[in-house]
């Protein structure tokens, strides 16, 4: 019976304990900081080709954050609309916009050769590098950064497939670290908006 | 005031390009194509996209099942949804347009995908297109080809010579 009383006198210690203990740290601990970047393991190192022709690896790249989008060539609707909204963001940034490297990378190295990249992006603001690689390669820059990938079935056959696709465009830190993810379906301005304040942030 | 100098522009538009001149004749056709008009494209696409809007003004169903022009291979229909950050393109066989209703093809929902592009469209040109419904029959349109990524009709030198949409 002592024992018994003990054990709930207790577990009632206990209990009050570890509630007055939460209330204390609801209470007085800081809310916790929501961060994406360093930690979260997205990207990775990767070797492509630039469409002018250069071999690049995320090393070429440190010191300037990216912008990175995946698509390919062949896509009508979506991917012009991203590739505009970065041009119209690039050219909202003004002077920040040098700290920034873009990149259009390609998600359908078969169809879309370094040449076809590179004519394809002429209608686009000329800072966009497109990046393609043979199917490892772009595969492997697939994994890294968790997309998902996957081409339709063409529907009457032949080569005219369609590819869905992740629809955001990944910010990278100037130390190749992921920041953030913005929808590709955000305007141009709205684009600018987020990269003025995730550069900003970073500085802080 | 814009907003009604607007809509004299869009019929002056619609009548004075010689578009849709069938939509015009609700008596006969209840089917009414509204602002059709397609993205420029990059150099070397191989597709290109087109918008418009079908409106039925009549009491009954109709469907578009096809689309054609001179200036590509086919035309499909698409819709984009998206799921948990993945943008999917479905062929959509056949469009319908209930009584009373408008289907509107704009970025991001639903285009008309051109196949097999037999030429780049430019920017200020135009783009014959036909579209096939099953009660209506074929509507001829001229869709105004507006700059690369563009996300509305309005392309003011697509526009016939005269036309203005005022201030």
């Known amino acids: 019976m002592i024992v018994k009383l003990g054990t709930a006198i207790v577990v009632l210690l206990a209990l009050a304990a570890s509630i007055t203990f939460s209330t204390y740290l609801m209470i007085h601990l800081p809310e916790p900081k929501i961060t994406t970047s360093g930690t979260a393991a997205i990207g990775g190192p990767f070797t492509l080709v630039a469409t002018n022709n250069e071999t690049v690896s995320d090393q070429t790249y440190r010191g300037k954050w990216l912008l990175i989008y995946f698509g390919y060539t062949y896509c009508p609707d979506a991917c012009p609309t991203a590739l505009n909204s970065i041009s119209v963001a690039l050219e909202k940034l003004g002077s920040q916009a040098n700290d920034l490297q873009p990149l259009f990378v390609t998600v359908d190295p078969d169809r879309d050769t370094r040449e076809a990249m590179a004519k394809y992006l002429t209608s686009f603001d000329s800072r966009i590098i497109g990046l393609t690689g043979t199917k490892e390669q772009i595969d492997s820059v697939i994994k890294e950064y968790r997309l998902y990938v996957s081409r339709e079935k063409p529907e009457h056959g032949g080569d005219d497939y369609l590819i869905s696709h992740s629809s955001y465009i990944y910010l990278m830190d100037p130390q190749g670290r992921f920041v953030n993810v913005i929808h590709a379906e955000e305007i141009g301005d709205e684009i600018a908006i987020r990269l003025r304040k995730e550069m900003a942030d970073a500085g802080r | ?167």
């Open chain 2, 1 to 167: 005031m814009r907003r009604a100098s607007y809509l004299v522009a869009v019929v002056l538009l619609v009548f004075g390009s010689g578009s849709a001149t069938q939509a015009q004749t609700p008596a006969v056709n209840s089917i009414v194509v509204e602002q059709p008009w397609a993205r420029a494209t990059p150099p070397g696409a191989k597709t290109g996209a087109a918008y418009l809007t079908v409106v039925n003004n009549g009491t009954t169903a109709d469907r578009l099942l096809g689309a054609t022009t001179p200036l590509a291979d086919k035309v499909e229909f698409h819709r984009e949804t998206e799921e948990n950050g993945v943008s999917r393109m479905r062929e959509v066989p056949a469009v319908e347009v209930k009584p009373g209703a408008k289907v509107t093809f704009k970025p991001g929902e639903m285009h008309m995908m051109m196949v097999g592009l037999k030429q780049p469209l430019k920017e200020g040109q135009n783009l014959p297109l036909t579209l096939q419904f099953e009660k209506a029959g074929s509507i001829a349109v001229t869709a105004a080809i507006g700059k690369v990524g563009a996300m509305k009709h309005g392309n003011m030198r697509a526009m016939p010579p005269g036309y203005s949409m005022g201030k």
